[in-house]
């Protein structure tokens, strides 16, 4: 437990909070308990990762999250997963490759990874944003890999969502998250064909990055859906615990038969914390949208 986990005030122990590569069938409801929704989740857990960054845009608005800090140099920790994978080709763009005297590289892969836009707001933030992937536990530090972020493709601050490149030359580890990315479609489909679970209460399943800490993963039950004005797409809100540094990571939802609309398996995004519900201390969404999932 690094000192910001041991000093907690939220969620003082952790004792909710499960090492990925520990958790098994007997960690999930008892309805939940089939392989299939292990494999979803380990396939989640898989392509969840660790944000690492240090600078506010003067971009960010005056009161936004952050924006008394615009322009400074802010350390923060979050999360985010890897959601795309596209072979680009050559010459590659990245920052590497574009350095002078480099000579750029043939092949390169973009991986789309998403996270809260109060976490990185624009490409000038994405581009100081360092993501380490396969941070599973402590024993697998050393087995990780780090890229730093790109370009952003969409952000949106109402959503809370932020969607951002990152290049890589490493043609094993593309097709590794390009063959996780395949598998998730395939593991949708079958949970989506027993959907909804016979449980009284849809649940969520939490992965992230505790406190910068390795990768946790917490379930609790789904409390309520909140609907929002006009077009927007709603968010939850749960019982799963998170800390800070959860933001971004993502948020499984498994229906149950309390779900208004079980033809959806939505992977939303946890805002950051239980600002909106301090009293209960229940953990928020951000929109539930199609868009990078
Ligand atoms: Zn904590
Ligand atoms: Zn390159």
């Given amino acids: 437990m690094n000192a910001r986990a041991k000093y907690c005030n939220k969620n003082p122990g952790h004792p909710g909070f499960i090492p990925a590569p520990e958790f098994s069938l007997h960690h999930l409801p008892l309805e939940l308990q089939s392989d299939i929704v292990l494999r979803y989740v380990k396939n989640c857990s898989a392509r ?24 400074r140099t802010n350390p923060r920790l979050a999360s985010g997963w890897v959601c ?16 002078e005297g480099a000579q750029p590289r043939a092949r390169c ?19 100081a944003t360092k993501v380490t992937f396969f941070y599973d536990d402590e024993t697998s530090r ?40 395949k ?23 939490v992965i992230s990055h505790p406190h910068g800490q390795s990768k946790f993963i917490t379930v609790g039950q789904q409390v309520e859906i909140t609907s929002r004005p006009e077009a927007s797409q709603p968010y939850y809100k749960y019982m799963a615990d998170t800390c800070p540094g959860s933001a971004g990571g993502p948020v499984l939802v498994l229906p149950g038969l309390d779900c208004p609309d079980p033809g ?8 950051s914390g239980a600002l909106r519900d301090t009293e209960n201390s229940h ?11």
Avoid at 84 to 99: D, I, M, N, Q, T
Avoid at 183 to 205: D, G, K, T, Y
Avoid at 283 to 293: E, I, K, P, Q
């Fill in 48 to 71: 969840t990762v660790q944000l690492s960054t240090r600078y506010v845009s003067p971009e960010r608005p005056e009161n936004y999250v952050f924006g008394q800090l615009k322009g």
């Fill in 142 to 181: 050393n087995n990780t890999k780090s890229l730093m972020g790109g370009e952003v493709e969409y952000a949106n601050a109402g959503e809370d969502r932020c969607a951002f490149a990152c290049i890589t030359h490493d043609e094993a580890f593309a097709v590794q998250m390009d063959e996780l990315r």
């Fill in 183 to 205: 598998e998730r479609v395939f593991l949708w489909q079958s949970i989506l064909s027993v959907a909804p679970f016979n449980m009284q209460h849809s649940q969520c399943i």
């Fill in 109 to 127: 892969w973009e991986l789309t990874v998403v996270t809260a836009c109060s976490c990185v707001y624009n490409s000038e933030e994405s581009k």
């Fill in 283 to 293: 953990n928020f969404s951000g929109d539930r949208s199609t868009l990078y999932v």
């Fill in 84 to 99: 795309g994978v596209y072979f680009l080709g050559g010459p590659c763009k990245c920052h590497e490759c574009s350095a």
């Fill in 264 to 271: 959806w398996l939505p992977i939303v995004l946890h805002h």
